[in-house]
């Protein structure tokens, strides 16, 4: 019998989204779910620390695809306890890349821009070495690795400062932050790529519809730095609030941070793949949406 197609022509597959629950998997749920017969994985149908568990839930699901998203996020928490890092980040994403082994599925993992120290002059290429500052950015680093070895039919997709709804991120926290004070101080010396989690689904959904594996970088494009992004938020809200600059060093946390955490996605452009949208228009959709 012929694949079902959806209203585009593109072949329907079994896809399982892991981290279903967390800001980019609620919305790689919603965008592929619009296309594909979806099963969101959350933690409380299996810890993905749990190898038995992790084979035995996919092995039940058979996915064609899985998409992993799940991963502790707590950047200065990974710091403080770095075992359970790399046991959430790294020892996880093994338990799923050999689960899409056995299921013979194709895997994508959603990697960061925080696998590189920020030293570098200029946007960061897929062929650049990693070498995270980092407990975070080295148990990325270490799921990357196991995602390559054990799955050839993988991507592995770095991306970074997402936002977007059901999350805790920079963009929310300014936004209440503005509202309620007369000024916030917000770093200026580390440069970056907002992306919104809305779009990046969109951008995984295509890629994976492709065959092209390995590793990619998929941001919205422009950068600027936290503080010009504040300002911008500060901006669209209209508030009153003074956004000031400040140094890294002025506002010290437990993990180091890439000054410049710039992605140039060469590799998804030079497939043919479509670039996504400038931050400030995503930051303005998804504004827009908050109110
Ligand atoms: N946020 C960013 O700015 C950023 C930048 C670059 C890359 N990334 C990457 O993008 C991906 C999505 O990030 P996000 O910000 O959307 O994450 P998030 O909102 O923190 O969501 C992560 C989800 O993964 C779940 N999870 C974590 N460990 C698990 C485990 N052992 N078993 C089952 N579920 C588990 C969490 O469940 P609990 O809530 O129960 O722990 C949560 O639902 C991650 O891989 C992250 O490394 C994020």
Not at 81 to 103: K, S
């Amino acid at each position: 019998m012929p694949a079902a197609r959806d209203q585009t022509g593109v072949a329907r597959c079994r896809v399982v989204v892991t981290g279903a629950d967390g800001m980019l998997g609620g919305a790689v749920v919603e965008e592929f779910g619009r296309h594909h017969d979806v099963r969101p994985m959350r933690r409380a149908h299996c810890d993905l620390v749990d190898p038995r568990c992790t084979r035995d839930w996919m092995l039940a699901e058979a996915p064609e695809i899985i998409v992993h998203c799940a991963a502790w996020t707590d950047v200065d928490g990974c710091e403080g306890d770095p075992e359970r890092a790399m046991r959430e980040n790294a020892f996880a994403t093994r338990n799923v890349a050999l689960a899409a082994q056995r299921c013979e599925a194709r895997l994508c993992y959603i990697s960061s821009d925080y696998v590189f120290d920020g030293r570098k002059e200029g946007a960061y290429v897929e062929e650049d070495e990693p070498a995270p500052l980092n407990v975070y950015g080295r148990s990325k680093r270490a799921g990357e690795t196991h995602v390559l070895r054990y799955v050839p039919r993988s991507w592995v997709v770095r991306t970074s400062w997402l936002f977007g709804p059901g999350g805790n991120n920079f963009v929310a926290t300014m936004v209440d932050l503005v509202r309620r004070k007369d000024a916030v101080r917000v770093v200026h010396d580390q440069v970056g790529s907002p992306t919104y989690t809305r779009d990046l689904a969109g951008a995984l959904r295509t890629l994976v519809q492709s065959e092209i594996y390995g590793i990619y970088h998929v941001t919205n494009s422009g950068t600027c730095s936290w503080y010009e992004l504040a300002r911008a938020i500060s901006h669209c809200l209209k508030a009153p609030c003074r956004v000031q600059p400040c140094r890294s060093e002025e506002y010290p946390r437990p993990a180091a941070r890439p000054a410049n955490s710039v992605l140039e996605g060469r590799y998804a452009r030079w497939s043919g793949l479509p670039t996504l949208r400038p931050w400030h228009e995503a930051l303005t959709a998804y504004m827009e949406q908050l109110r």
